[in-house]
């Protein structure tokens, strides 16, 4: 082989090797989002039998019940979504045992070993405790259905918490980064700052608002997902809080410095009203120029698949009922009913 083959096979091997950014490879490069594999445009009904007198809900599917909270007492509503009957209804306001003062729904399913229970989670930023509801002994009026312990003492406020089990806890912290994570094997807590890093200055007040975000866990993958509200993409951290990637669906080019007297760059709007996990998808609900649209990723930040929905109204939140194919979507602007039923395959028996 010519001295001069041999140089330029190793000046290309340097170019292809010095093609991942700094630090990471190629897994960790940003996935820019230019259409998705599957779209369609999905019909809805109106639940007719789920009555939900409020501008704001929260909605879980777990097995066959859709969970859904409110922000006045009685706070939590069971239904079968087999048949759309109430199975239960609890939840008053107060600080004393099984009362909630502020709760908020978790989108984190777990089980009871006990009793083969679906289990639910909320969290209450006024008393600073969650409570595990047990779905099975709500419907069966037991005494025992709610279990509720506070949370370990982390110096700040948690705005919202994300996820928490016997070793993990995720949250949003009022102050100190964008996430706090605590380790209950070692009694750790780690911030996570406010990244990925916006390229605009603005005040760290600013970053808190930009950066809320509707969040996942995968224990198997070991790592989370984040929407932020004011950014059209989805971040990507592992268990011990550091960033891996992104998928950008529309890109950061367009934001400028925020005008004299603002907080927010200019342009700036919302993005995402909703975001769960089911089996292995990341679903969304959107806002702002995909008003109306649900979108599917997996855990490696892939788009796969897009349904526009036929309403035209805001979605408040929603939920993927995976037995029975379809999306339950609450829109808070809607009367006399406001809890539609979404089947992805309404022509399948």
């Known amino acids: 082989m010519s001295l001069k083959l041999k140089t330029c096979i190793c000046l ?11 630090g990471s490879d190629a ?6 989002v230019k259409e998705f594999p599957k779209t369609a445009t999905i019909s809805g009904t109106p639940a007719k039998d789920i009555e939900i007198t409020t501008r704001w809900a929260n909605l879980v599917v777990v097995d066959t019940f859709l969970v859904i909270q409110k922000r006045e007492s009685p706070f939590i509503k069971i239904y079968s979504t087999n048949s759309h009957q109430l199975l239960a209804e609890f939840g008053t306001q107060g600080s004393g045992p099984n009362e909630f003062e502020m709760p908020n729904l978790l989108k984190q399913i ?21 409570s595990k509801i047990n779905v099975l002994k709500v419907i069966e009026g037991k005494n025992d259905a709610i279990t509720q312990e506070r949370i370990p003492e982390i110096n700040d406020i948690l705005v919202l918490l994300f996820y928490k089990d016997d070793s993990l806890l995720l949250a949003r912290p009022e102050t100190g980064g964008r996430f706090v994570i605590y380790n209950y094997s070692n009694s750790r807590v780690v911030h996570t700052p406010f990244v990925p890093e916006l ?9 808190s608002l930009i950066y809320s975000s509707f969040v996942a866990l995968n224990k198997k993958k070991r790592k989370f997902v984040a929407a932020p509200t004011f950014l ?6 592992d268990l011990q809080g550091n ?5 950008i669906i529309s890109p950061r080019e367009k934001l400028l410095p925020p005008p004299e007297k603002e907080i927010f760059p200019s342009g700036m709007e919302r993005y995402f009203s909703s975001l769960e996990a089911v089996e292995n998808k990341i679903y969304t609900s959107k806002r702002g120029i995909d008003e109306g649209k649900i979108q599917v990723f997996d855990w490696d930040g892939n788009p796969l698949e897009q349904y526009t929905l036929d309403h035209n ?3 408040g939140s929603f939920a993927y009922d995976n037995i029975h194919k379809q999306f339950y979507v609450f829109f808070p602007n809607e009367e006399p009913y406001n809890i539609y039923t979404y089947p992805l395959n309404p022509d399948k028996p």
């Open 12 to 22: 290309l091997l340097f170019i292809f090797a010095s093609c991942g950014s700094p």
């Open 27 to 32: 897994s960790n490069q940003d996935i820019i």
């Open 110 to 130: 777990s089980y009871d070993e006990e009793n083969d229970s679906p289990v639910v989670t909320l969290y209450d930023i006024a008393t600073r405790r969650t």
């Open 199 to 207: 390229q605009v200055p603005v005040s760290d007040y600013a970053k």
């Open 232 to 237: 059209n993409e989805l971040n990507f951290f």
């Open 243 to 247: 960033y891996i990637n992104s998928t």
């Open 313 to 315: 109204g805001r979605i």
